[in-house]
């Protein structure tokens, strides 16, 4: 029996195929994490998605930023790009079933000594924090007013983290979002604002990202190893205390 973590697989099908074939993954005894965006760029989102709704009882995944875009286009709040590759799941007959099964799918994942979310845990946040984030924003999407949800998505504001009535949609796309272009651009302005108003940075108001001098980290994360996408960027930038799937201690 075991435990394979893959991100952003992004419409690849047949490559995902390869590489399940050379790691003998085996659908009746291993389990597959996926870490997001399993949908879009790649030539084949329609059989990543049909492929992860076959084997559920194998396949655990959640939702990066692609997939809820794919969402918010479906659901008629979001707007179709040249370069999305996810109109052969529109126009399949089972589309509407698709798309519910999707928007079921969670932010986060806890295992016994694992975490995984798309792309990362703020440093300020405890697990808990996160969980319980995750299960608020989750229950958006699940409820009757998801399409309020994917109208408000899209965005690049709030820049900081806020413990307000609109913090929904930070946490979705804080775990989401936050590309490498995204994270050096966020770091400049994060400086910046350390310079001039020093006494903003308050737990309650951070920057949703710090670069990995001033990140803080809560203990807590010290007691499970975080799975998500951007591997390669935090193993040259760790953050202190924090341990990246692909092997990186610090």
């Given at each position: 029996m075991a435990h394979y973590a893959i991100g952003d697989i992004q419409g690849c099908f047949d490559e995902l195929t390869l590489l399940l074939d050379k790691i003998n993954f085996?659908?009746?005894t291993d389990t597959l994490w996926l870490v997001g965006d399993i949908v879009n760029r790649g030539p084949k989102s329609l059989e990543v998605l049909q492929f992860?709704?076959?084997h559920e009882s194998s396949v655990r995944m959640v939702l990066g930023n692609h997939d809820l875009h794919l969402l918010a286009v479906g659901y008629g709040e979001g707007t179709i790009k040249r370069s999305d590759t996810i109109t052969p799941i529109l126009q399949h007959?089972?589309?509407k079933k698709m798309l519910e099964w999707l928007r079921f799918q969670p932010?986060?994942?806890?295992g016994v000594r694992h975490v995984m979310v798309h792309a990362g845990i703020l440093p300020q946040w405890t697990i808990a924090r996160a969980e319980l984030l995750a299960s608020?924003?989750?229950?958006?999407?699940?409820?009757?007013?998801?399409?309020k949800?994917?109208?408000?998505m899209y965005g690049n504001k709030p820049a900081e983290w806020r413990n307000d009535p609109d913090r929904l949609r930070p946490p979705a796309h804080d775990s989401q979002r936050l590309h490498p272009n995204a994270r050096a651009d966020t770091e400049k302005r994060t400086r910046l604002r350390l310079q001039i108003h020093p006494q903003k940075?308050?737990?309650?108001?951070?920057?949703?990202?710090?670069?990995?001098?001033q990140a803080k980290p809560q203990p807590h994360h010290r007691l499970r190893t975080l799975v998500f996408a951007g591997l390669?960027?935090?193993?040259q930038h760790p953050l202190p205390r924090h341990r990246c799937a692909l092997g990186r201690r610090d």
């Open positions: 085996n659908h009746g992860c709704m076959e007959p089972d589309s932010l986060l994942i806890k608020e924003t989750e229950a958006e999407l699940r409820g009757k007013k998801y399409k949800f994917f109208s408000k940075n308050a737990p309650e108001s951070a920057p949703l990202v710090q670069s990995p001098r390669y960027e935090h193993r």
